[in-house]
């Protein structure tokens, strides 16, 4: 059985990753997964995390299961996180699932709109993240696109985005990064958010609210004002949240899927279905990052431990930013870089082709995602310089 299957092409993203492990180059410089490094290049585990992973050891009591929603009291403080003070007038309304990762709470959210409609559309934005399309498809969830990033201006095609949710449906779902969009950077403002969450209400389909970047964009809590928008106007949409950056807690894959239902009694049907489809892909999700998660909001200590973290790589990352700008156009490279300082969260396209990125790759050791997508912490004061050569040495 198994010799008749054909090899697959490695992911895009993973595959650039294990590529530069492999790279023997001393200058190389990895822009390619989305992981946050600071200054040394290192992708640290952060204090708050270190001292709650210290508490636990001392003070976990048991390995026994812990359930199919994980970790309660972490859903219940995700939901603030995500909320804020909406989220005690929607708690009637909301039930949340620990998953692992965001990708993890996806893919449930996936199976729980397949059980809702089986002949769901998901529009996504042209583009999305590479793995948003395949992860649907696996569910059996038809994938269609709508128009989001101009690659042209480097801004957004907000009319055509309009128009073409216009035509969605009832009973589709349209899919919107909550902030930090990767992998253009490029955000909705406040006001186009306010369109969106009336039009969602208009035509009655299910918004599906990826936010997996929350705190890296403006604050945590600018972050999660479109999301709040939607949630203000509509009876019905899903949240899918991740730990992986703001909370650096990549590899523990901590993530929770959101389900908020127009009433109560919904909101418990919705859960059990949302639970049956956790316990038929995975079970339970692992205990140890979302306990992370827990005991840090919990404590006012290590929530402020954590929020002066969170500020210091949202700092480091727009302060590149503005270094990438300026460091390009130092070069005298004729290209306008000025939207890199205008976007959010850790990506932006370079807007380059494809020769260049090989180029970059093979003359540089500079790993970039094929669609010109850059990680801009990847860069730092020591590798700026090699870096705004190499680009401008491949534009020419
Ligand atoms: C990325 O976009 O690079 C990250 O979300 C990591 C991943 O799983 O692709």
């Given at each position: 059985m198994f010799s008749e299957l054909k090899p697959l092409p490695t992911d895009p993203i993973l595959g650039l990753m294990a590529a530069y492990k492999q790279d023997n180059n001393p200058q190389k410089i990895d822009l390619g997964v989305g992981v946050y490094k600071d200054e040394q290049g290192n992708t640290p585990v952060l204090r708050a995390v270190k001292k709650a992973e210290a508490f636990r050891l001392e003070n976990e009591t048991t390995k026994s299961y812990i359930g199919l929603a994980g970790n309660l009291d972490f859903c219940q403080k995700i939901e603030s996180l995500l909320l804020g003070e909406h989220s005690a007038l929607l708690a009637n309304r909301v039930r949340t699932a620990q998953a692992p990762g965001g990708t993890g709470a996806l893919r449930v959210a996936a199976e729980f709109i397949k059980r809702c409609n089986t002949n769901a559309t998901v529009w996504v934005t042209t583009p999305t993240w590479a793995n948003h399309i395949s992860l649907f498809e696996a569910a059996g969830l038809t994938v269609k696109e709508y128009p989001y990033y101009d690659y042209e201006n480097k801004g957004l095609l907000f009319d055509e985005m309009i128009n073409a949710l216009k035509q969605v449906p009832k009973g589709d779902v349209v899919l919107l990064h909550?902030?930090?969009?990767?992998?253009?950077g490029m955000d909705l403002n406040q006001q186009q958010w306010q369109t969106v969450a009336e039009l969602a209400k208009e035509q009655g389909f299910t918004p599906l609210i990826d936010i997996a970047?929350?705190?890296?964009?403006?604050?945590l809590e600018a972050d999660a004002q479109g999301l709040r928008a939607v949630a203000d106007q509509v009876d019905e949409m899903i949240i899918c949240s991740s730990c992986s950056k703001n909370f650096g807690l990549y590899r523990e894959r901590v993530g929770a899927c959101s389900i908020i239902a127009k009433d109560s009694n919904v909101a418990d049907v919705s859960n059990s279905v949302m639970l049956s489809v956790v316990r038929s892909i995975y079970s339970m999700p692992p205990a140890h990052g979302a306990d992370i998660v827990n005991t840090i909001l919990s404590s006012t200590e290590l929530t402020q431990m954590w929020h002066d973290e969170l500020d210091e790589m949202r700092g480091r990352i727009n302060g590149l930013r503005t270094l990438i700008k300026e460091s390009l156009a130092a070069k005298g490279v004729d290209q306008d870089f000025s939207f890199i300082d205008r976007q959010h969260g850790m990506f932006s396209f370079l807007g380059i082709n494809k020769e260049q990125i090989d180029r970059l790759r093979n003359e540089y050791a500079i790993y970039i995602v094929g669609?010109?997508?850059?990680?801009?912490?990847?860069?730092?004061k020591d590798n700026i310089d090699y870096f705004a050569d190499a680009v401008a040495s491949v534009i020419k």
């Open positions: 909550a902030c930090c969009h990767n992998p253009s970047y929350q705190g890296f964009g403006t604050s669609s010109s997508r850059v990680n801009v912490a990847g860069v730092s």
